[in-house]
Each structure stands twice: as structure tokens, then as C-alpha cells.
């Protein structure tokens, strides 16, 4: 296929997904479990690509994502909040330090820019320990900022540990699919380009990497500050989504959720971590629900065992049977494309084919 | 003197908790020590020691209750190391630390549905539990008996590993695990063993720390595990009295942050901590030098 | 070749190099010199320290003590210091002291023009035989992070792949070009690397052990074939060797290192002949 068919194929599958994600909200009611997933979904797809791009392209296992999630979801919070309702957000602060409000796509941006301004900072010492070292000090980070956000003294800026809210919100399930679209993108054009060539050998072997000219302090800071740049935007549409915000939503137990759907999707597939993202939001927040009911019977037969909680219990026992035994994920480092799902229709076809034709010769 | 008597109950209490932090140390740094993996679900297991103390402890006396817990918090752990860690011996080692992690997710998802969510009173531990005075500080008895209890602990293991077969085979596997595996050694049941003596110290560990705690709940494990994490990172990862001496100074710079008063960072600091270890000396106060060849 | 060479006419000079490993002397006082267009082969028992030299020449390690000058400036450049200052057994302890470090990492040094392969292959594993090559072209890129992106290189782009392209044609790896380099048979898999040092546009060429694990006649076609990207791309090659049928056809002369020291120095039928180099490789070698 040449690349200009290619390129029509991608931008008409992008918006015939679009138009129906439209009617689809013209024609169902909002509160819909449909788009809660659909909202979700779009959101930790862009945080858990972001993440591929450094534990799968990168090949640097950092574990800080939810800490530059924290920082992108406050910076647009604190930005956004209206004048007139900071004073009733910030009730124990005196209406907090910030008097104006930016409108929201800005305060998107900047929550990235935040975030990937302190990965930044940290990149600098941190980014040279190795494998897991790296993993427990990124985690340690986002821990810190934690900590610190939730500090009183820093109240008039980040409310202390309550909530904050009261800023602009999406309705439309379009807002963050839009947004994530672009974004993911944007990561797949960089992986695409000679930088990403660059990441991608460095995953390989640092060692010929660095003997092929390519600076690994440079490279490596390069990838964690755009991956941070990302995982700060969808923080930014996360606490859009949420509508309200704390401090200690950003536990480390959300950041092994991301990393549960890269590994599900396929370390080093952009795809698979959209793909693998709604499959898990699905799963969690909708399709598994009837496993938390306690009252479940198929004919008159009363499921046993089913109680709140059963749902996650037998969503963890899929992940670590994926984990254990599919280890590549949904789509191991292959991409899905309209190319490969030709190929894979023909090959089917092609099989049925032979089948029947077999069949006939009997 | 006066300084002293105000700061006493947090420099106790440091101490304590220095000690429960060391238990748990043990096990992870022995767990890297091997398999160079950061064993994530440590922390966990240590939750579910807890709880399943909390249940037997409704149905059967104190006396079988913990011997139960301590063997049924073992059992865990022998289990987690066959099932998710040795399919993947040969494996990436991130895939192993992923396996943790999902591991870890798994059984705090258990706990929770165990639970209901609700946090699970601890019950009383006779005797360790009662309160005595010391230097005009009251306290329970299990500050003092702690730091002790885990001294005898850490020597008794240090004995172990310096005079036992076991203990040689442990150590040759941690020096070069494929060579060891030639020299045939046998690598299963060393890994094993040293799971069951990590959980094992993590099971008491666990009735030591509860006893000052309300109660348990399914995140519970989380924290201590990564603080325990950082003080076997800050002594050294693979070096038993580097863990130990790690675990105390976290434990009781801890109380001391709580007691001037900032609580919030009691925490962070135990990060920042691991951050300026690793960036200043990634090998720890006992650890070895490892360099890449070329 | 011979000792009136001029600064000029230098590629490579290694100065009094020293490399301790805590209380072991890898490299001891080494000194020698690459004269352009020429094939200088480093020889010596296992362990005598060629790989280390390799590596500090490449920026892996820094020297303990020494410098080593590229084109007559002064890229790398160290002196005993901290706990090293009290352990140093080496020679020429002070010859340096007081100047200033210089150790760049070894992008650094490949951005000069100094590409190498390495003794135990080091391919991008996950990467096809033509990206392996594509992406030593990274180092010569104009555009940046913004411009890469936004494909506004298209140019440079092109470029690059038109380049690498070429230098498959070259190196006869193109029948090859969309398999996984390490699918490879393993004589290939050395031509991919030598291959992909060349993408870098190197004037210096440092091959490590090119020749390991080959048969005869694969080491013979590699004799011709080393000789051959002499002269297209007018290098000047070191390189570390043990076959010694290739290194006496090729090498305009041969360095000879036992224990870390020099032992000789010289033509290949001088060196061959060299009652030293005998007795290192026939007397001295038996405990290797």
C-alpha cells in the first residue's frame, strides 16, 4: 500500500470514529455506562502511551507516572478555577493566592509544561541509575510530590488535602478523545522519527548505542520529559473527567494500573496500549460490575462468592494470568493498521479456502 | 536532660519501628540479594499476615493463633515465589518486577474483598500489648521488645547464613547465580528458602507493628513495604546488617520528623532519602560494586 | 611506514597510558601511534589488556593515567586522583598531574570520527538490518526534536535513507536489508556491524576482534574485505586480532601488548620474528 492510500485510510477511520462517537451521543442517554468507559478510556490511553514510550521505546522502567499525573491534573485545576468560586474552594485559605482564571485548553498545555518541567529537574540525577533503580526512585518521586502537595503550609496553592473543584469540565465523550488523539499522535510521529530510532536503540544495547554517537544523558532526558509532558496532559483531562481533584488520588497504585495496561497491550505497541486501556476501564468499571452484585442468579441459581469486591479480585487473577502466560500482550511490539488487518482477513480467507477446497477433495 | 524526656517516646518509638521495618527489610534484601528482583508483593504478604491474624484470632486462642499466622504467612510467600516469580526465571527482569507488581495488585484486591473494605481491628496480643512505664514514658511493651526481638533475629539469621549449607548455597547464589546452578547447587530450593525466611521475618514483623496500630487494611502493607524497601536500598541491597542498620536510622528519622511536627513528610523523606542514596551512592553503606563489561 | 612520521600525518597517539582496576594494572604505560590510511593491528595473549585500551580510546573508560590525542588535539586526557592517587602503581604518576581531566563520553568520541564494533556483537537486537544502520545516521543529523517530529527533515530524512541504502549495496547486505539483524548468520552479523560503525562516516576505524569465531575461509574474504573499505573509504583502521593469517596479510604494522605492557612494535615480519612476542605467546601464555 503507498503511503498516500495509507494516510486516507488512517485519517477516514479517524473521523468515521469520530462521527460515530457523535451519533452515538445523540442517540444514547448520557449517563450511559458506555461513555464513562469511553471517557476513561481515552484518558488512561494517553497516559499509558506515554508511559510505552519510556518503558517500551525507552526502554527506562520509570514508574512516576501518576506523580506527573498529579502535577498536570493541580496545574489545571489551580489555573482554571473561576474567580468567583475560588473563594468558597479555598474556604480555609482565604481564597487561596491565585486570582484569575485561564481558559482551559492553556491550562492543558501547562499542566503538561509543569510536569515535564520538574521531570526535568529529577531527570537529571535519576535518569542515570539503572533498571530497577530507576523504577523505585521515579516512584519514590511521585510519592514526594504527594507528600508535598498535600501540605498545609502550600494550601493557598493547592488547597492542603482537600478537594479541589469547581473548575471547567467536559461534557462531550468528543473533548477527550480529541485531546488524546492528538497527543498520541504527536508520541507516534516522535517514535517514527529518527529520535525514535534513537530511543529505540537505546533500548536495544545503551552500550553500541553510545558508540554510535547517540548521547544517552541527552536522549534519555529527552524521553522522560515528553513522556511527563503526556502523562501531565491527561492528568489535566483526568480531573476534568472527575470533576473534583485530591492529592491522594495519585497513590502508586495508580501508576501500576498504567503499567498493567502497557504490559496487557504489548510493550512497545502504541496501539495495544489504546487498545488494552479501554478493555481495562471496560472491564473494571462496567463489563466485571455483576460480579460485585451480591444478588446474582442465572436461572434460580444463586452465584456464590459474589460480593463488592469479587469484581477486582477476578480482574487481578486475568492480569496475572496474562502476566504469567501472554506475556507479549494484545499486540506484543506489532502495531494494529489497516494494512495488517487486510493481511490477517486474507490470511483467514485464504485458510477457509483451502479448508473447503480440502473438504471438497474428501 | 529535657530534650531528652520530650523526645524519648519518639526516639522509642523510632527505635521500634526501625525494628518492624527491619523484618520486612530482611526479606526484600535477600529476595534481591538472588533474584535481583524488587519483590513488590513483600509488603503485601506483610498485610496478610496481619489479617489473617485478625480472622484466626476471632476463633481460636492467642497461642495458636500466631504460630497459625506465621505458618499460613510463610505459606503465602513459598506460594507467590513459585507461581509468579519462577516461570519467569529466564525472563526479562522487568517482566518478574511486573509479575510483583501484579502480584502485589492481586492481593491487595483479595483484601479487600476479604475485608469489605472496612478497616479490621487488631486484636490485643496479651502481654505484648500491656502498657509499662519507662524513664517516666509510658509505652506498650512491644517498644522494648521489639528492637530486641529482631537483634536476636538478624544474628540467628546471620548464623545461619555464615555456618549452614543452606546458608553457603544462599550465599554463592547471590555472588553468580547461573555458576552456582552449575556447581549444582540447587537454585529452587534455595530461592524457596529464602522466601520462607523473608515472609517468616515479615510475619513477625507483623504482629510487632500492628500491636501499635488500630487496625489493618488492604493498602496497609504498601508503605512500610517501600520504606523497608529503602532501608535495605540505604544499607546496601544484598547486605543483611546494612537492611538492618538502614531500617533503624529510617525508622526512628521518621519519628523524629513526626515529633517536630511534620507529619505529612514523614514520608517524603523516607523518598528524598532513597533519592539521595541512589544518586550519591547506589551501592548503599555495605553494598558491592557491579560494573557492565564491554 | 616509518618513525619520521609528522604530527600531520597522526590519526591516533595514545601517551603514556595507564589503566588501573582497583590493585590490578590492566594497561601499563602504553604509547603508540595510527598513522593515516594505515592498518595497525594490536596483538597479545588473552588478557593482556587490548580490549581495555580499546575502551579508553572510545571513551568507556576513563584512563587512569595518560591522554590520548585524535588528529593531533588532545581528547582525552587523566591523572591519578581521590583514592586512585594512593593506589596508583603505575609509571608517570606526575606527567599529568595538575592539568585538567578530559573524558568525554564515547557519542563524544564517535562524533569526532572514531567508530567501533565490539568483540562480543552488539547489534539493536528488536531493529532490521536496515535500521540498524539508519539509526547510526542519527548522529549526523541537522534537525531537531521540533523539526523531526513535524517531518520538516524530509530532506535530511531522504537522505539518510538514501545513504544507508548505499552503504548496504556496498557492504552486499541488501538481499538482507528487512531482517531482524540478530537472524543473521553470525559471519553477517560482523559485516552488519562494521557496517554500521561506517554509517557514522568515521576517518578512524577501531575493530574489535573482527575475525572472532569465524571459519577460514570467512576470515579470508573479511582479509579482503577489511582491505578493500580501506581504500573506498579511505580510513585508517586499529584493530584487535587474533587470527593471526589476517593479521600478518593486512596490518601495515603490529603492535604487540603482554601483561599490559608494550613488547613490541613493528612490521609484521619484524614482530613475527621477535624473540619477545614468541616467548609471550609460546612461553608466557600457557596460563591463560
Known sequence: MSKNKKMVWNVSLIVALLVLLFVLEQIMPSGSMLFTVLKKGAIYALVAVSMNLLNGFTGLFSLGQAGFMLLGAYTYAILTIPAQSRGSVYQYYDGGIIHFAIPAPLALIAGGLIAAAFAFLIGLPVLRLKSDYLAIATLGFAEIIRAVFQWDKLGPLTNGSNLLRSFPTFQSVLYPFIVSGICIALIVMLINSTYGRAFKAIRDDEIAAEAMGINLAHHKRLAFVISSFFAGISGGLLAMYQTTIQASMFKSAMTYEILLIVVIGGIGSVTGSCISSFLFIACSEWWLRFLDNENFYIGSFHVPLLRAGFRKVVFSIVIMAMVLFYRQGIMGTKEFSVEALQGFFKKLLRRKGVKEAGDAHE | MDWITRNLPYLMAGISVGGQYALIAIGYTMVYGILRLINFAHGDIFMAAGLILVYSATVMPMYIAIPLMIILTVLIGFMVERVAYKPLRTAPRMSIMISAIGVSYLLQ???????????QQYPAIPWISDTITIFGTTTKRVTVITPVLTLV???????????????????AASRDFETSQLMGIKINSVVSMTFIIGTFLAAIGSFLFFTNYTGVTPTV???????????????????IPGAVIGAFIIGICENIIKGVGLTTFSDAFTFALLIVILIAKPTGLFGEKEADKV | MNNERNESNTVLRLENLTMQFGGVIAVDNVSLEVGKGEILSLIGPNGAGKTTAFNMVTGVYAPTNGAIYYKGEKIIQNTPQGKMKKLYQGKNAELYAGKHVIAPTPDKITKLGIARTFQNIRLFKSQTVFENILIAKHMLRTSNLFTATFRLNAREEAQMRRESEELLKIMELEDVRDELATSLPYGKQRHLE???????????????????????????????????????????????????DLVMEISDRIHVLDFGESIAEGKPDEVRNNPRVIEAYLGGAQDE
Open chain 2, 109 to 119: 484486591n483479595l483484601a479487600l474483598y476479604v475485608t469489605g473494605g472496612l478497616s
Open chain 2, 221 to 239: 502493607g504498601a508503605m512500610p513495604g517501600l520504606k523497608a524497601f529503602v532501608a535495605a536500598v540505604f544499607g546496601g541491597i544484598g547486605s
Open chain 3, 194 to 244: 562494521i557496517a554500521r560503525a561506517l554509517a557514522t562516516k568515521p576517518e578512524l576505524l577501531l575493530l574489535d576482534e573482527p575475525a572472532a569465531g569465524m571459519n577460514p575461509q570467512e576470515t579470508l574474504e573479511l582479509t579482503q574485505f577489511i582491505a578493500r573499505i580501506r581504500d573506498e573509504f579511505g580510513l585508517t583502521i586499529f584493530m584487535i586480532e587474533h587470527h593471526m
Open chain 2, 153 to 171: 533475629l538478624v544474628v540467628l539469621l546471620v548464623l545461619l547464613i555464615k555456618y549452614t549449607k543452606i546458608g553457603m548455597a544462599m550465599r
